[in-house]
């Protein structure tokens, strides 16, 4: 991905975008065309993000947690609970789907609330 997103620099293809929203729409795409993960997406905001470490000398922790599938809540749901649960207290969390297969909608509305 990143050799195509630089490909498309050099060749100028970003020059002219000035807007951040149409910039980062237009990079989604340039991604998902790579990558063909529709999951994959730019955002842009105008805030400005600290520079260095957070406050206090903290370092952030991120949660990692990959579903395959999606199965029934009614089986699965506790350990979903528990490996969210556990994940908590992390500063963000990276939900990974790239290899799910989709599976019961209830289990994507367990995990959503």
Do not use: W
Not at 54 to 79: E, H, S, V, W
Request: aromatic content about 8%; hydrophobic content about 35%.
């Amino acid at each position: 991905m990143e050799e195509a997103v630089r490909a498309r620099q050099k060749a100028g293809e970003y020059d002219s975008i000035t807007n951040g929203d149409a910039f980062a729409e237009k990079l989604t795409a340039n991604l998902r065309e790579v990558s063909h993960d529709k999951h994959l997406g730019v955002n842009f905001s105008p805030a400005v993000l600290p520079k260095g470490p957070p406050q206090g000398g903290c370092r952030r922790t991120f949660g990692y947690l990959k579903f395959n599938m999606f199965a029934n809540p009614d089986i699965c749901g506790p350990t979903a609970s528990a490996a969210m649960n556990f994940l908590g207290s992390g500063d963000a969390l990276i939900i990974d789907l790239r290899e799910n297969g989709g599976g019961d909608p209830k289990m994507v509305a367990y995990i959503s609330r």
